[in-house]
Each structure stands twice: as C-alpha cells, then as structure tokens.
C-alpha cells in the first residue's frame, strides 16, 4: 500500500511537473486518489516539488474538498445555505443522517461514506442540492436522498445517479448533469446568438490600444460586484513592466446565491474564452487562467473539451487566427473549496499552489499579479461583455443600462418567488420590477448582493439595480412574510466564520463575536446596549479588515440594524437587576448535575 | 533630497524616503504607530491590523503602506485609537492569556499595547479555546493559547533562518501554526539560536529555562509605555 | 453622616487580592475613617446588614454558590468591582475551562496523585456547592461597573481606585497601576 502511495503520488507530481505552482493540481489529485491527502502522502509531496511539509499541510488544511484524515469513498456534500434551508435542507439532511447511520461530519465504519455540509454550491434555484463527489444533484427530496443513498449502494458510481438530463448544454455528454439553466429572461448582450470567432478577429483588426479604447467607450465596469472600469483595468495592465502577463478568469462564483456564471460557462463559454483570449492581445499576455471552483468541477471537461476545440480552430495558441505574434492560451486551474478564493489576490495566491489567503495591496494585480507578473483578473460576465463590446461595438453596448451603470446585468434570483432562475436585466432596473419579473413581490425583505451584500426592506424596493445603487455581482435573494430576517443574517454569519482566511484579526475574531451577539438577541437575551455593541463590533470588523472578505463580512448585521431596526428593538428590553441575561445558571451547572446526582439549590429556586 | 516625499501624521510633518512604509517613516520620525506583526527585518505581514491608519480617511495598514507625497495620515486619534483597543481585546478573547504566571509578562508587546490602550478589561466574552503546548524541543517550547497568529516565527524561520520550520494551517477560526514535522517540534531543525525562537511578540514560542530572569519593576514595559522608545526619539 | 460601607468577597479566588487590600499598610487607618465595613471576610460579616457604595470582588465563578453570592452583592452595592484578574478573567481556576468536568471532578476527588479516597467515589455533600460547567468571569454573570487587574492588584492600585470612587472623582489610574501580573 505504501508502496502504491509512493508510485502514484510520485506520478502525479511528474504529471504537474513538480511544480512548486501546480501544488493546488498535485494535492487535488492526490486526495481523488485516495480519499486524502496523509501525512505520508505530504512528505511524499513535499520531496518530490522541493517544498517542506508543513507548506503542503498549509494548503491541504486550508481547502474545504482537501483533508488529511481519510474521506469516503463518496462524499455527499449537502448544500446548508439559506436557501437551501428555506426548500428543505434540514428534512433532507436527516433522510441522509438515517439512510447512511452517520451524523454530518462522519464518515461510515465501511469507509465507503462521507457526509459533509458545504457553503453555497450554486444551484440555490434548484435546491435543495448536494454534490456526490462532483456530481450535482438538485431539487432533493427526503425519497431522493434514501433513493441516492440506497442506488450508490449498489453501484457506487455517481454519474449514474443522473437520471434525467437538464436543458442545453446540461444534457452535453460531457456535462451529462441534471443541472437546469433556468434563463427567464434573454436581454440583449449576454444571451444572443454567437459567432465563434467573430469578436477575436475584430479584435484583432485592431490595434490593442484600440481594443482598449473600445472597452473604455463601453464604460464596462467589473460584474464580480465591485465595479472597476474593466478597460482602465486592462491600460493598467498593459503599462505595467514586465514581459510576461497574464489573464485571470475569476470563475470562482462562491458568493451565497449566485449562479449565473455557472449558466454562463455552461452555456456560452466561447464568449467568456473569447474575451480572455481578447484580453490576452490588448494587455499583451499570452497566457489564461481560468479559476473555476471545485463546485463546478463537472464542467470542467466540457470546458477542457472546447478549449482543445478552439486550439484546433486557431482561436487560441500560435498566431491566432493568422495573427502574427499573437499567442495565447488557456488552463484550467481548479480550486478546492474556499469563498475567500473570489477574492481577487487571494484567487492568484490559491493558482500559484498557495493557501488562498490575500495578498498585501498595493501592489494590485495589475502590477503584479500571478507569479508576480502583472494581471488581470476579471469575472466570467465581465469577459462575456468584453466579447459583445468587440462584436457589436461599445456604442451598442453602452446604450444600455444607465450611464454610470452601462450593459446588461445578470441576476441569479432565488429564494421565495415563483420562478427562480437567471434574469438578464438592463441596469438601473428597480429592485421592485426585478421581483415582479421573478413572481416574489410578497416579499419582506431581500438580500442583494449576496450574504456580503445588503438586506433590504420592503420601503426600499423603489431602489435601483446600479454600481450607484445596489451594486451587485448578481445575487438577489427573496424572503417572504414568514421569514426572519434576523436568522437569515445570522445564518450569512455562520457562513463568514467559516469561510474566513483566518488572516487577519478581525474578521477571524471578530465575526465569530458578532454571531455571538447576533444570537443572544435573537434568543431574547439581548439588552439596548447589545444593539450598540454590534455596531460598534462590526463597524471595527469593516473597518479594520484586510481584504473584501472582511470589510463585507459585518454587512449582514451593520445592514439589517440599519433597515430592520424595529425587529431588533422589539427583541431587546433593558434590565434592571444587575444580572446578565445571557447567564443561565441552570445550564451552567447541568453537567455538574449529572456527575454528581444531586439538584441544584441556587438554579432551580 | 529631491527623494524626499513628504506628508502629514496627526498634524505633523513627515519626511520619507522612496519605498518607505507609513510606519518607518513615522518611525524615524519620532512617531509611534502601534504595530504587533510588524518586526524589523521580516517582510510586513498586514494580519494584525493594528497598525491600520486613515490614510485620507482610508484605513491602510501602516506597516504595508507605501508613503506618498501629501498624504494625510490619521494614527492617534480617539477614532483610530478606539478601533485599535478594539483589535487588541478580540486577540486578548481569542486565546487563553493568563498573564499572571506567563513568562513573557512584562516584556509581552501584547500586553504592553494593551496597557497603552487603557484596557482594564476586554469589551467581548473569553472564548477559552483548547488549544495545545508542546514541550518536546529540548530548548525551546510553543504555547499555542499564548499564540496571537501573527506569523513572525514564520517568517523569520523562512527568510531570515531559510529553515521553514513553521507556517500556518487550518482557516479560519481553526487557523493555528504547525511545525514542519509530523506533530512536535523536537522534530524540526530549529535551534534555540534561531530568529525564530526570539521573534514571538507573546509568550507563544519561548526558549526553556529563562523565563522570569528580569524581575518585576525591571521588565521592558514595567514604567514606561511601548512605543515610548520610538516617541523619545531612541530608534 | 453615616459613613458609606463597602462590602468584599472572594469567589474563586486565592485571598491574594485580600491580601493586597491590606498592603494598604497604615493607610488601612485612614481607609476606616472613610468607610465602613459590611460583609466582608475582613471583618467576618456573614450576610449584608444593609446597602453598600462598593463592593469589591475577587476570583470568578466556578461553583453555583460563587454565582449566588455574586448576584447577592450585585444586589445590595452600587458599585461593583471585579478585583484581580481571576474575577477579570477566570486566572488560574479557568485553566480547567479546557477540560471535561468530569475529569476535573476525577482529579480532585478520585485520580489526583495527593487524593486519598477509598470510598472511590466523588462526594455529594449539599455543603459542597455544584461546580459550573466552566469558570465564568464575573462580567459574564453580572454587570461590573469598574475593572482593576491584576495578580494582585497593587495596594496603591486599590486604594486609589477606592478613594476616588467614595470622593466621586474619576477613576484615572498612572500607568504603573494597571497591570495584568
């Protein structure tokens, strides 16, 4: 067995070619392999890239899909965001829990089960969902758990659990997934017929400055929600010294209740290569990357697949399309696991075989970026945009959206609304018209942005869809009448702890804090002062933060103290005893209790 | 001189050289910027944050932050100040420091900034971790409750000792630093004359056999607060 | 004019704090002329005869009695001080927060290498108070409305707090009076 270890991981490193860089790739396969990556396994790793061990535990430790302890032979990861909760997670949670006898965590005596939760993985207008190694099932039901469980039982084989293909490219027999597309609406940029090719040799006709100055007419600004202007991104780039460059695709969509670039990888993936390949000649790169989360690794040989294509069609590799001296062409990186991992310099530490922690800014990316060579780093939408810009002209695109805000937007919307899916909508759409579109206008409240976003209230449903307004990478979800807004934002809470690099002290310390107090209101236990105490606390979490991670991770408080400070203040009423609420001296002393064989005097007086 | 860049902190004038951060500017300047991560000679790290300024009233972390000419810098103020003591109780909170029998006590920079701060007692609950200690290095040993992930023995280990002998693991919240053995650190080749068995700001990582030789009242930050040294124009 | 009464305890504490409440030395005299003192160890007081300005706490709570007495001074002093860094922060008793109760009950009464106890058993006196499933600092239990650590706090440290606190001045301590050790 050891010996085993030994040939395979020494195989896998010489596939990646020992690289110090690949080392994301190289304990990937490693865990596939065999359900981990152990201790022996990392010193095997460490000698053959000529790193040390402790380098590769850094990473192995960091990755929610890597572990040191072994994991079953299939692991059904349960997705437990809010959403998810909302169509039924926990119901079918506990069919999982009793069909398999092991509790989430666990993995079964026979080796051949692991159960685990995980953040968002992108099919909130699907859910419930889970992934079966990195198969994804969706609509779950209590029946579909027991029936999932009992059928890999006999087959262990996850891909032979689709029993029903989803639409488009879902059903491509490299895809074969049962995943749906769920577009509602088409606008006029992202989803409308294309030409493979077209936009790259207009591109190319040009000169790269022209390029450059063809995005900066469109005033593109960046979809992943922070909204850079792309093309001044780009000038950066290309002005920056250096010879090597590269071009970053940020297809690490993580953010709860996103999924439109899956649908757009899924669905017109050449014009998310076409724009890499695009931006590749105007900032003088000749290599992509494309950052696709481990989530979306079922795409991953469909999307392998039209890269080969686009090679053998000359739209990447030597002298594109006849170009001479134009080269560029694309991997795939996969991630492993991580939220943080969208964060721009925390995506580039995770490619270069990193743990996906941030990086020091200045310098930006633009500056120095992967391997430290400038870079751009740019969202999947964006890229399909910079495609439509070359193809139709920027005068096309910008006569779009509204003039801060120029194009189309896509929304994933999910949540308590009639058809949840994709929208394709003009920027500066009101927030009220984009619920009527999706059927959720009972709605109370709604989190755009994602759980980094803001929770609105129904008196702000006039607000506008804009990088002015509610800036958004596409998250929109929708809580009607019987929920509690209060629990949605602790559940985002939950979802910070976890998702945090850990780098810095406030959003390592600090959100963990925060849900504290969040709960103890919640519970009742709460006091005036513990309103102040959660400003205060996630005022320092945003302030003091290093990355976007932690400057967003307070939001689901600072934003629903803000718009829904009624429910908080009829949670909380000043004491005037002295005690401290949250105190409870008869669970203190349970335990004791139990040991000991005797009641409490003083708890139960 | 052209190469002077010059700018303001609280008030002040400050003149830098190309390539300096905010913090050694202020520094050779006379002026204290709390810091806790930061140390002479290893790579800015930018994970304690309390060095965080308002740089034209964006906070930037001091020891990371280029200097700029006419920048307008924002470090002993009530607001920053407040935002500071509250980074330094969340460290306090996070781990299990009990400075009444630490060997580091005294001459610890967390507990010192916290005594600068005015911190009688932190705002947020103790959230008593379990973490553990391992003794088994011959000269030198790591208490992991003491331990602040600032990652100075990890870079000092790295660039200054080029032995690699720490880094981190784990996220988040279970984010800790391992030794590059299979658990203990006797496992390792650090050596007690290492860098990186001198950087700890804490008591984390503390060699054997020297703890309480400086007695109280003659500790590093027994009378004068830290930072004193910097303000006093001593570098 | 009555003279205002101050009140002290030692919860999960070593008496340490006590004790450098009377390293006041012969301002102790001086002390008596401001205040009186009510339940307290220092004068044997069992039970509160009636309200007090201060109340000064030493060591946290570790037993369902600590927390007993804890609320009962919160309810008869104005002023509550957590004195010393074990009612701060738990201080040594909370080092057993990282452990099982029922190992910190074994190592008392049935494993510990001193513990001679042939009946095998842990004792279920009502004399002996339950202990709580971790030690809690007092600020957790109660509101405290002053913090002066500590291990002990420095005589001057109490006795400047105190005075400042029965003259109604601010308690502004020099930096050589606040420390953790």
Redesign the interface.
């Known amino acids: 067995m050891s010996d085993n270890l030994a040939t395979v991981v020494r195989d896998i490193c010489r596939k990646y070619g020992r690289e110090r860089g690949r080392l994301m790739d190289i304990v990937r396969a490693v865990q596939e392999k065999f359900g981990c990556v152990s201790g022996p396994a990392m010193d095997l790793i460490a000698k053959e890239v000529g790193v040390r061990r402790v380098q590769v535990a850094s990473v192995v430790t960091f990755y929610a899909f890597l572990s040191e302890q072994p994991k079953g032979q299939v692991v059904i990861r349960l997705c437990n965001d809010i959403i998810d909760q909302m169509a039924g997670a926990p119901d079918v949670a506990r069919a999982f829990e009793e069909e398999l006898g092991i509790s989430f965590g666990q993995t079964t005596p026979d080796g051949k089960f692991s159960l685990e939760y995980a953040a968002c993985i992108g099919m909130c207008d699907q859910a419930p969902a889970a992934l079966v190694n990195d198969v994804p099932v969706t609509e779950l039901s209590t029946d579909a758990a027991r029936r999932i469980v009992r059928d890999l039982r006999k087959h262990m084989d996850p891909s032979r659990l689709v029993h029903r293909l989803g639409d488009g490219n879902n059903a491509h027999e490299l895809v074969h997934a049962m995943v749906m597309n769920n577009i509602h609406l088409r606008g006029p940029v992202i989803f409308t017929p294309a030409n493979r090719g077209e936009a790259i040799r207009k591109a190319l006709a040009m000169t790269p400055a022209e390029v450059i100055r063809a995005v900066k007419t469109s005033r593109l600004r960046g979809r992943g929600g922070a909204g850079f202007p792309t093309g001044m991104k780009w000038e950066f780039t290309r002005a920056a010294p250096g010879d090597r460059k590269y071009i970053v695709c940020n297809a690490d969509e993580g953010e709860p209740g996103t999924f439109k670039d899956r649908v757009l990888l899924t669905e017109l993936p050449d014009r998310v290569f076409a724009g890499m390949t695009i931006a590749g000649y105007a900032v003088g790169a000749a290599e992509g990357i494309l950052y696709l989360r481990a989530e979306y690794a079922y795409l991953q040989r469909f999307l392998e697949d039209l890269l080969d294509k686009r090679r053998a069609e000359n739209l990447l590799g030597q002298n594109i399309c006849g170009k001479a001296g134009f080269n560029f062409d694309i991997r795939i990186q996969m991630g492993a696991g991580a939220y943080v991992c969208g964060e721009e310099t925390a995506l580039l530490s995770s490619a270069e075989g990193s743990r996906g922690d941030p990086k020091n800014r200045p310098p930006f990316p633009a500056q120095k970026g992967y391997l430290d060579c400038p870079t751009v780093v740019n969202n999947v939408e964006t890229l399909a945009c910079v495609t439509k810009i070359l193809e139709a002209g920027p005068a096309t695109f910008s006569e779009h959206g509204s003039p801060g805000s120029t194009g189309t937007k896509l929304l994933s919307i999910s949540g308590d609304c009639k058809v949840p899916g994709v929208f394709e909508v003009p920027f500066g759409i009101k927030l009220s018209e984009v619920l009527k579109l999706a059927g959720g206008e009972d709605a109370i409240a709604v989190q755009v942005g994602g759980a980094s976003g803001q929770m609105i209230a129904r008196e702000e449903f006039g607000r506008t869809i804009c990088f002015d307004d509610l800036a958004t990478g596409g998250s929109v979800m929708i809580f009607g009448p019987e929920r509690n807004v209060l629990e949605v934002a602790d559940k985002f809470m939950e979802f910070f702890v976890e998702e945090s690099c850990g780098y810095c002290t406030p959003c390592r310390v600090g959100n963990v804090l925060l849900k504290e107090r969040l709960e103890r209101v919640i519970a009742g236990q709460g006091e005036p002062a513990d309103l102040e105490y959660l400003q205060d606390l996630g005022q320092t979490i945003k302030t003091m933060s290093r990355c976007g991670l932690g400057q967003t991770s307070a939001n689901p408080v600072l934003t629903t103290l803000k718009n829904f400070r009624a429910t908080y203040n009829a949670l909380v009423k000043k004491r005037t005893d002295g005690l401290q609420p949250a105190f409870d001296l008869g669970a203190a002393v349970g335990e004791a209790e139990t040991i000991i064989g005797r009641k409490s005097e003083h708890a139960h007086a | 001189m052209s190469a002077t860049i010059e700018f303001v902190i609280d008030g002040k004038e400050i003149q830098g050289q190309p390539g300096q951060t905010i913090l050694e500017a202020a520094q050779q300047a006379g002026v204290y910027i709390p810091r806790l991560c930061y140390m002479k000679g290893l790579v ?7 060095c ?1 300024v308002l740089v034209n009233g964006r ?1 930037q ?1 001091a020891c ?3 200097v700029a000419p006419g920048m307008v810098v924002e470090n002993n103020t009530e607001k920053v100040t407040a ?1 500071r003591r ?2 330094v109780e ?2 306090f ?2 781990g ?7 060997e580091k ?2 001459n610890c920079e967390l ?1 010192a900034l ?2 600068r701060l ?1 911190i ?2 932190p ?9 553990d200690i391992d003794m088994s290095h011959p000269d030198v040993f790591i208490d992991r409750n003491r331990c ?2 600032c990652g100075r023995c990890v870079r000092a280990s790295r660039d200054v000792d080029g032995k ?12 800790r630093v ?5 658990v203990r650190l006797a496992d390792t080749n650090l050596d007690v004359r290492d860098k990186a068995a001198e950087a700890c700001p804490v008591g984390a990582i503390m060699k054997k056999r020297v703890g309480y030789a400086v007695p ?1 009242g003659q500790r590093l930050y ?4 830290i930072g004193s040294e910097i303000e006093n124009g001593k570098k | 004019m009555a003279k205002p009464k101050v009140a002290t305890t030692s919860l999960a504490g070593c008496f340490g704090c006590h004790m450098s409440l009377l390293d006041i030395d012969d301002r102790i005299l001086k002390l008596v002329e401001l205040v009186d003192f009510d339940k307290s160890p220092v004068d044997d007081i069992k039970e509160f005869t009636g309200r007090c300005a201060v109340g000064l706490i030493e060591g946290g709570c570790c037993n369902e009695e600590n927390v007993k007495v804890l609320r009962d001074f919160r309810a008869h002093c104005d002023i509550l001080i957590s004195v010393g860094d074990c009612a701060i922060m738990g201080g040594i008793p909370a080092m057993r927060n990282g452990i099982p109760l029922q190992e910190c009950y074994a190592e008392a009464y049935l494993k510990g290498p001193t513990v001679h106890n042939p009946s095998g058993r842990i004792p279920n006196d009502p004399e002996l108070p339950l202990l709580l499933n971790r030690v809690y600092p007092c600020h957790e239990v109660v509101k405290i409305d002053y913090h002066l650590p500590g291990c002990p706090p420095p005589a001057d440290t109490l006795w400047e707090a105190l005075v400042a606190l029965l003259s109604d001045k601010p308690v502004q301590l020099p930096y050589e009076l606040v420390k953790y050790d």
Request: aromatic share 12%.
């Open positions: 800015p790290h930018g994970s304690c944050r309390v965080t906070p972390s990371t932050q280029p935002l509250n980074i969340m460290l909170v996070e299990n420091h009990f400075c009444m029998f630490c006590s005294g507990q916290a005594y005015g009688a007692a705002k947020y609950p103790y959230l008593f971790p379990t973490r602040i992930l690699h002998v720490f880094d981190f693991v784990g996220r988040g919240p279970h984010k391992a030794v590059n053995a299979e109280i027994d009378h004068k607060p």
